[in-house]
């Protein structure tokens, strides 16, 4: 039985729990970790005073690896959990021994994307996000199928986003306003990567994880039929599956 460590980062704005229908078939195969990033979920938000940085969030993920005594684990992410593990990447390749990137992009935002984060981030700050926050990302947080067959997922999503305190989520997002284009640090990731993408992802467009398969030196694509963007939440049993046929 292999027990590679399998590091698996949330979406945005969820917490770890995303991963909870997949927690039991991959917990069978692999050393299973999966955080709460800073400020979301149980995670603390330090008080450091610093801009809002995936690096710093990368650096949270290198601790705990330590704290277990884990030298090298696969690394993926979902979303914002995606750019989460390509700032690990970019910090610590040696640590890295295979990449599993869900529903995400390597590319920067967009000076639009950029300052509707921003903007975001300050109505959160100033007025909380219950209720207003799910619902205006709901349309493009999952897909048509969701909407119209699995109101439990809807549900889900809202009361995982209802539960995020507001200063973790204005942070995640001036952090992830700030990243950078990974596209260089794809390319040099010389390890296995699994690119796995909803079907009918509205945030992510199919094009975004043929541009990730084509940087990477050793990628595969697999796509989540009757999913959008929150594909481990849609349809936990096939992203599941997939990761598991794929895993070194």
């Known amino acids: 039985m292999s027990t590679t460590p399998l590091v698996l980062l949330h979406a945005f704005p969820l917490d770890s729990r995303m991963w909870d229908g997949l927690t039991e078939p991959l917990a069978r195969r692999a050393r299973l970790i999966t955080p709460d990033q800073r400020g979301l979920g149980t995670a603390t938000l330090p008080d450091t005073g610093a801009a809002p940085s995936l690096d710093d969030a990368a650096d949270d993920v290198l601790a705990q690896l330590d704290q277990l005594g884990i030298d090298r684990a696969v690394v993926g992410g979902c979303s914002m959990g995606g750019y989460l593990t390509m700032a690990v990447l970019r910090k610590a390749p040696e ?27 300050e109505r959160v700050m100033r007025e909380g996000h219950q209720g207003w926050l799910a619902e205006n990302m709901m349309s493009v947080l999952v897909g048509p199928t969701t909407h119209a067959e699995r109101p439990e997922v809807l549900a889900r999503v809202r009361e995982l986003v209802d539960a995020q305190p507001p200063a973790g989520i204005a942070w995640a997002l001036r952090a992830m306003a700030d990243r950078p284009d990974s596209t ?5 990731a010389d390890v296995p990567a699994l690119v796995i ?17 084509d940087a990477l030196p050793n990628a ?24 598991l046929d794929w895993l070194p």
């Open 95 to 121: 640590r890295v021994s295979g990449l599993v990137f869900i529903d995400t992009k390597a590319g920067a935002d967009t000076d639009e994307a950029r300052a509707n984060r921003l903007t975001t981030a």
């Open 184 to 188: 260089a640090t794809l390319r040099a």
């Open 197 to 213: 993408m909803g079907a009918e992802d509205q945030l992510t467009p199919m094009a975004e994880a043929t541009a990730m398969v």
């Open 220 to 243: 595969t694509l697999a796509t989540v039929q009757g999913a959008g963007h929150l594909s481990p939440l849609e349809d936990p049993e096939s992203v599941a599956k997939t990761v």
